[in-house]
């Protein structure tokens, strides 16, 4: 399959913890990576590979995989971490991109 | 600083042909893939294709083979998308991405509005 799937929403307490998932087939092969996009804005790369995050994105951010799934959680969600989440990766013949369909994030 | 600049907003009618741009700077253009992907209003992202700027070695999304062309000149560190025929379903906004050294898409342009209508 060369596709992700993502809940569609998900809302978390301010100061709260969420998990954000991904889940494909191709996942079991390659490490997704996570895109925060905010209203009218460029996406931002927020998390990559095994468990990195670019300079610059906060340490609240983290990222784990097993198996077809992959998890991008926000320890201590701020008001600014709102917006739209996508997981990225290669399809399962590596040869393609896909994006998952995203999720949006409120924070309450 | 990386840098990816893309051109302006454009609003064309059916039919019409239009080329976008995205200007790389701040490093060396040649050797980094760059993506397109689109985003249809209020949709989520899609990838519509990836070129090699070195060798202009394109792989394209299925869903966007045969609809769009896309292009690059290294001289000018400028990456293309083109539509010989527009429709209104190709009202979105298009973003370029750099393809970075971990396979993530670590910059991105501002993106270009593209609207369609007649």
């Known amino acids: 399959s060369s596709e992700l799937t993502q809940d569609p929403a998900v809302s978390v307490a301010l100061g709260q913890t969420v998990r954000i998932t991904c889940r494909g087939d191709?996942?079991?092969?390659?490490?997704p990576s996570w895109y925060q996009q905010k209203p009218g804005q460029a996406p931002v790369l927020v998390v990559y590979?095994?468990?990195n995050r670019p300079s610059g994105i906060p340490d609240r951010f983290s990222g784990s995989s097993s198996g077809d799934t992959a998890s991008l959680t926000i320890t201590g969600a701020q008001a600014e971490d709102e917006g739209d989440f996508y997981c990225?990766?290669?399809?399962?013949?590596?040869?393609?991109?896909?994006f998952g369909g995203g999720t949006k994030l409120t924070v309450l | 600083e990386v840098q990816l600049e893309q051109s302006g907003a454009e609003v064309k009618k059916p039919g019409e042909s239009l080329k976008i741009s995205c200007k790389g700077s701040?490093?060396?253009?040649?050797?980094?893939?760059i993506v397109w992907v689109r985003q249809m209003p209020g949709k989520g992202l899609e990838w519509m294709g990836t070129?090699?700027?070195?060798?202009?070695?394109?792989t394209y999304s299925p869903s966007f083979q045969g609809q769009v062309t896309i292009s690059a000149d290294k001289s000018v560190s400028t990456a293309y998308l083109q539509w010989t025929s527009l429709k209104a379903s190709d009202t979105a906004m298009y973003y370029c991405?750099?393809?970075?050294?971990?396979?993530?898409?670590?910059?991105w342009g501002r993106g270009t509005q593209v609207t369609v209508a007649s």
């Open positions: 070129i090699y700027p070195g060798d202009s070695e394109t």
């Open positions: 590979g095994k468990n």
């Open positions: 990225n990766s290669r399809d399962s013949s590596g040869h393609h991109v896909v």
């Open positions: 701040g490093y060396s253009f040649s050797f980094y893939r």
């Open positions: 191709s996942l079991r092969t390659y490490y």
């Open positions: 991405a750099r393809r970075g050294p971990v396979d993530v898409f670590d910059y």
